[in-house]
């Protein structure tokens, strides 16, 4: 450790003060006081050898502290100083943002570029209801599905219709239909591409 003068005071109320203070507000100035204090009233007891050992561990317990206070300080120097970067910087942002004429959206709202072809275009809402919309629509066809296997397995008899005819008939009628539509679809298609049947 340093050479310090030596304190000519005796009362000590300011050298407990040391002592009284928290541990994360001590200076290295408020070491030296609490050393003072404890080699003062090490001196009281004599010069038993017990005494000296244990003086000479408290010298170095103190030489810790004062260490640790220096390294604590320093950092509490350090985040100071940053502390004070990061306001001169927010207030630059800032007058920057009103020169700038920049809205402030808050922390619920975003930009959406509308030129971005991968921009969002539904809203939450509209995505869920299309989404159970098209589950029904695929649990009805997978119904539809297993029911048409049992009519073809001959599980289940053929329904007449209610223009009196059976189902199986029915059937090929709309058959016929869809074959008469897949044309009618083809040439809509085929005249859309250019191609003329």
Same mark, same amino acid.
């Given at each position: ?33 609490? @050393? ?49 970067? $990061? ?26 570029? $509308? ?8 809203? $939450? ?27 073809? @397995? =001959? ?8 223009? =009196? ?22 040439? $809509? ?9």
């Amino acid at each position: 450790m340093e050479d310090h003068p030596v304190r000519e005071e005796e009362d000590g109320e300011e050298d407990e003060g040391a002592l009284a203070k928290s541990p994360l507000q001590l200076t290295t100035d408020d070491v030296y006081d609490i @050393s003072y204090v404890v080699g003062r009233e090490l001196m009281a007891l004599g010069s038993d050898p017990r005494v000296t050992r244990l003086q000479f561990k408290i010298v170095r317990v103190m030489e810790m502290l004062e260490t640790l206070v220096n390294e604590g300080s320093l950092a509490v120097e350090e985040l100071r100083m940053e502390r004070d970067n $990061l306001k001169q910087e927010v207030e630059g942002l800032r007058k920057a943002g009103v020169s700038g004429a920049q809205v402030n959206l808050g922390p619920d709202k975003m930009v959406v570029d $509308l030129t971005d072809p991968n921009r969002p275009r539904f809203t $939450l809402q509209e995505l869920r209801e299309v989404l159970q919309e098209r589950n029904k629509l695929k649990s009805q066809l997978l119904l539809v599905q297993e029911e048409l296997q049992c009519y073809r @397995s =001959g599980l289940l008899p053929p329904r007449e219709t209610p223009g =009196g005819r059976r189902e199986k008939d029915a059937v090929v009628a709309m058959g016929n239909g869809e074959k008469e539509e897949r044309t009618i679809m083809k040439k $809509l298609f085929s005249f859309r591409s250019g191609k003329h049947t």
